[in-house]
């Protein structure tokens, strides 16, 4: 019928309104990232929590845990040169939709979106320069895609592994896919250091996955400090030297372990067992910060 007809038109012409709408709303106020603070800077965000029914397979009965559930924690490094994303949770934000309180998927669930708290300290996900994990693990890469503009920060033996033709177990290519393409540096270190200046070293600390590490921070007020990775989960395994069923290597977790702690005791150093949940629930989360 003929009364149809203008629509497709009028719908073009409201098409291109908004979309100059968004390019002038783009334009009145264009991303800014915050400017480089003076020292180094600690954010901890919130990526949920492990829900883990089935402690035996870290070698636990229930009762010997305070609590059985696991933190799930993401942080950004902010130094005076540049930014570091260490681990990027375990839901992906796209699961969280809105309106919507919670996403949970097998163990993981999140209330709240990284994206979202990056945003409340004025980061875009494209602002970061630089992006590690601290292993594979389905659990520490879940946002990484979003995260494909940074230089990725990889060993070669957990690059290898993530997209191999068969995948290990406990991973999930679909969320990391996009870094395929990311400008990589393959560490061939044990330690790197990624500012050169001694505040941010990525220690390699193998056997729960090939290439696992951990992340030495050196910050002025609240001193040095150790991001775990999955060296422990539960604190009670520091404690009772137990070690999960699922490493890639135990004997070898058990080595690192030993040199790990040597590291703390000679450099002073805090550990932060980023599973930990009780450990987890106490610290400053973003827009607070350590320095
Ligand atoms: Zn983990």
Redesign the pocket.
Known sequence: MMGAKPKPMLSKISLIIAALITLCAAHAQPHKRPPAPDSLRLYVFNCGS?DISDPERFRFKKEELATTN?S?ACFLIVHPKGTLMWDVG?VPDSALKPGEKSATEGYATITQTLASQLAKIGYEPSDIEYLAF??Y?Y??VANANQFANATWLVRKVERDAMFAPKPPDKVNPANYAALKNSKTILITTDDYDVFGDGTVVMKLAPGHTPGHQVLFLKLKKTGPVVLS??LY?YPEERRLKRVPTFETDQAQTVATREKIEAFLKQSGAQLWI??DYLANSKLKKAPQYYE
Request: without cysteine; charged residues 15%.
């Open positions: 492990l696991l799930v375990a601290s292993h693990h659990d520490h990775g999955d989960h980023q599973h």
